[in-house]
């Protein structure tokens, strides 16, 4: 089991429509070094299905469901003690990022070991729900 420098830990709930373009985001980084971990928690549309499908298709990607509703904070903690990452990168199922974040981030990191994270700017688009 290799170890990654990057845990990129995505928290799932309700969001089948745009899911599939967040994960394209991050294969799209330049920072190669990641493990993408989808933890859905109980959603009733399509998202486990698609979680699914992207853990069969993509080795990267790494699939669990919660037994039962824990809410977004419960759930970014079941997230974070599944990641197997030197760091920890938390987006919703809704974000996406630019294809130098993580490299930005592990840079800065790797820099300043002192340092204890590392935050970016945020872009919101108001067309997606």
Not at 36 to 46: E, H, N, Q, T
Not at 50 to 60: N, R
Request: aromatic share 6%.
């Amino acid at each position: 089991m290799n170890t990654p420098v990057v845990s990129v830990m995505v928290t799932v709930f309700n969001r089948e429509h745009i899911l599939r373009a967040t994960v394209e985001s991050l294969l799209l980084s330049t920072f190669k070094d990641i493990e993408i971990i989808l933890v859905d928690d109980c959603s009733r549309d399509g998202s486990w299905d698609l979680c699914q499908s992207l853990q069969a298709s993509v080795c990267q990607v790494r699939a669990f469901r919660n037994e039962k509703n824990l809410g977004d904070y419960a759930n970014r903690n079941r997230a974070a003690s599944l990641a197997r990452g030197k760091y920890l990168k938390y987006l919703d199922a809704d974000d996406l990022i630019y294809p130098h974040s993580l490299q930005v981030m592990v840079d800065a990191l790797e820099q300043r070991p002192e340092a204890g994270l590392a935050l970016s700017a945020n872009v919101i688009d108001p067309e997606v729900p």
